[in-house]
């Protein structure tokens, strides 16, 4: 701590404060681990007992909101990294299946139901792959928190200059993160969501449906010119689709 | 069933992952820190260690380089952390120990644990 104090003396105050929170992923996460290992022990103690069924609910509440401050957390510390300049920004050109498709199997393998779609022919992006898995488990996360039945409903689109990755959002859940009217939601988590998106490299827009819920749109763009001018894109993240 | 010693110098999680690991049948010991794990493992007892990596005086990583430096041992080695899974990952790779995971996802454990002490894989 004293180390990350020292270090960061001299810079902006929020560059200070960027940096000290990107040097504490390790301290942040530890207590927060302890309470869902433990939580996560009981709910298995537990569940092997008749009678216990209140119990399990109010342990699986524990468990449930633990997770969503990890997830805040580590969008916090993610962020903090990219603005302190401790880890910055990387793009690379990959496949947004490569990102898509391992979040989609971990939400199924914790009982999620997923319904994908896939339109045109699959292609590469420019982006920074690892802050755009990141940023997408977390709101991906949020939206199954949030369903009346764990689920997602998600459709990835290949056009000709980008790939875009749509998220429906229910009626409830739109309104909870104030997603409707106007585009100033007020949800913290989506928020952080939406920033560090910003920063992979990945235009964020909302559209409004008729019964009251909302599809986020993500979109990602391809890679333009010559392999050349892809290195160089990498090299500097200079895609004149990048917001 | 294998036999396991756990070493962590964050007590509740020491006796958390102990907990967890005598539940699946497992013979578990915690050390609260690096003083004595290598009289431990030179009796040649235990079939894995479980290794916290930040731990003040001696981090895992240092334990690691010390172990492997020391002919006769060949107790398997998983690092155990709340670092970033990255970086964790990154570290097994760099010190070529068995396996990893992260404190975040406790009910992977057992499968890293079942994982590494069902094969010689590189990683878990």
Redesign the interface.
């Known amino acids: 701590m004293e180390e990350l104090l020292l270090a960061a003396d001299g810079a902006p105050s929020s560059s200070r404060f960027a940096a000290l929170v990107a040097g504490l992923?390790?301290d942040l996460?530890?207590p927060?681990?302890?309470i869902?290992?433990?939580t996560?022990?009981l709910i298995?103690?537990v569940g092997e007992g008749a009678g216990h069924e209140t119990w399990l609910v109010d342990l699986k509440a524990i468990d449930t909101s633990g997770r969503q401050l990890?997830d805040l957390l580590e969008l916090l510390?993610e962020l903090a990294r990219v603005e302190s300049g401790k880890a910055p920004i990387t793009h690379t050109v990959g496949t947004i299946e490569s990102v898509v498709e391992p979040l989609l199997s971990a939400l199924q393998s914790r009982g999620a139901r997923i319904e994908l779609r896939r339109e045109g022919t699959p292609a590469p992006v420019l982006a920074d792959m690892?802050r755009a898995k990141v940023a997408l488990g977390v709101l991906l996360r949020m939206v199954m928190a949030r369903s009346a039945e764990p689920s997602v409903t998600i459709a990835v689109t290949h056009a000709a200059e980008d790939v875009s990755i749509s998220v429906v959002v229910g009626p409830d859940c739109a309104a909870a993160w104030g997603l409707a009217g106007d585009a100033s939601f007020t949800d913290a988590g989506l928020s952080l969501v939406r920033a560090l998106l910003a920063h992979a490299g990945s235009a964020w827009s909302v559209e409004h449906a008729p019964d009251g819920g909302a599809t986020i749109a993500l979109t990602v763009p391809r890679p333009r010119g010559s392999p050349a001018d892809v290195r160089e894109e990498e090299k500097h993240g200079t895609h004149p689709g990048r917001r | 069933m294998a036999r396991i010693l756990v070493v962590d110098d964050?007590t509740?999680?020491g006796w958390?992952?102990q907990?967890?690991l005598q539940?699946a049948g497992h013979i578990v010991d915690v050390r609260g820190g690096p003083m004595g794990v290598f009289a431990d493992l030179s009796k040649g007892d235990y079939d894995l260690v479980l290794l916290d990596l930040?731990m003040p005086a001696l981090s895992g990583a240092d334990i690691v380089r010390m172990v492997r430096s020391r002919k006769g041992i060949t107790t398997k080695i998983v690092l155990y952390?709340?670092?970033?899974e990255?970086e964790l990952a990154e570290r097994a790779r760099t010190l070529g120990v068995e396996g990893y995971a992260?404190?975040?996802e406790?009910?992977r454990l057992l499968d890293v644990v079942r994982s590494v002490l069902g094969s010689n894989a590189a990683s878990a």
């Open positions: 992923g390790h996460r530890a927060l681990h302890a869902l290992g433990a996560g022990l298995e103690e990890v510390i690892r | 964050d509740v999680f958390l992952t907990r967890r539940n930040r952390s709340s670092v970033d990255e992260t404190k975040g406790m009910s």
